[in-house]
C-alpha cells in the first residue's frame, strides 16, 4: 500500500472530479471525443483517496452534472428513471475494487495481478448494477428476459471497458511517472509502496 500526504490526496480529486466534468454526458463542458470517465474515476478515487467523503462528492457531482444536463442541457431524460438509484451500489463497487487495489498495491509488475482482478471485479459488479438495474427496473423495457439482458451486455459492456482501460492506463503511466521522481527526489519515499 502506498501513503500519500492530503495535500497530494487533494489534488488527485480535484483531477478526478475535473475529469468528471469534463467528460460526463452532454452538458456545457463536455468534450466532444472523449469517452465517459466516470467509471474509472470512482475507481481511482478508492485508489487514492483514503476518505469515503470523496466517494459521497463524486456521487453528487455526478447526479449534479445528469441533472444540469436534463434540465439545462437539452439532454433527454431516458436514463433517469427510479433504476438511477442502482449507479450508487454500482458506483460504490468501484471504488470498493480501487481500495482493496490499493492496500495490495506494489511498485513491480506483480501489482499487474490484483490490478486486474480488482478492476476485472468492480467492472463486473458496476456493470450488473447500473445496466441490469436499468434493464430490469427502469420501465423502459417490457418483457425482460436474461437472455436479452445477456445480448445487451455483450453488446454495450465492452464499450464501458474500453474506456476505463483507457482513462486506467493514462492513470497509470502519470503514476508511474511521479514515483519514478519523487524515487530520485528521496529514494525512501512510501509514495510508491
Given at each position: 500500500m502506498f501513503t500519500l500526504s492530503t495535500r497530494s490526496q487533494i489534488s488527485i480529486g480535484l483531477v478526478l472530479a475535473a475529469l468528471m466534468i469534463i467528460t460526463r454526458g452532454h452538458h456545457f463542458a463536455s468534450l466532444h471525443s472523449l469517452p465517459g470517465a466516470s467509471w474509472a474515476i470512482f475507481f481511482l478515487a478508492g485508489v487514492y483517496l483514503r476518505s469515503a467523503w470523496p466517494l459521497l462528492g463524486l456521487f453528487a457531482l455526478s447526479w449534479g452534472l445528469d441533472f444540469a444536463a436534463y434540465t439545462w442541457g437539452g439532454t433527454s431524460g431516458f436514463c433517469l428513471t427510479p433504476a438511477y438509484v442502482f449507479l450508487l451500489p454500482a458506483y460504490t463497487?468501484?471504488?470498493?475494487?480501487?481500495?482493496?487495489y490499493a492496500n495490495h498495491h506494489q511498485f513491480a509488475w506483480r501489482t499487474l495481478v490484483p490490478?486486474?482482478?480488482?478492476a476485472t471485479a468492480g467492472l463486473i459488479l458496476c456493470e450488473l448494477f447500473s445496466s441490469g438495474g436499468f434493464y430490469?427496473?427502469?420501465?423502459?423495457?417490457?418483457?425482460?428476459?436474461?437472455?436479452?439482458?445477456?445480448?445487451?451486455?455483450s453488446q454495450f459492456f465492452p464499450?464501458?471497458?474500453?474506456?476505463?482501460?483507457?482513462?486506467l492506463g493514462v492513470a497509470g503511466l502519470v503514476h508511474a511517472i511521479f514515483a519514478?521522481?519523487?524515487?530520485?527526489?528521496?529514494?525512501h519515499s512510501t509514495i510508491t509502496g
Open positions: 463497487s468501484l471504488w470498493l475494487a480501487g481500495r482493496w490490478l486486474f482482478f480488482s430490469f427496473y427502469s420501465g423502459r423495457f417490457t418483457d425482460t428476459s436474461m437472455v436479452e439482458f445477456g445480448h445487451r451486455l464499450m464501458y471497458i474500453e474506456s476505463f482501460v483507457f482513462y519514478l521522481i519523487q524515487r530520485q527526489i528521496d529514494p
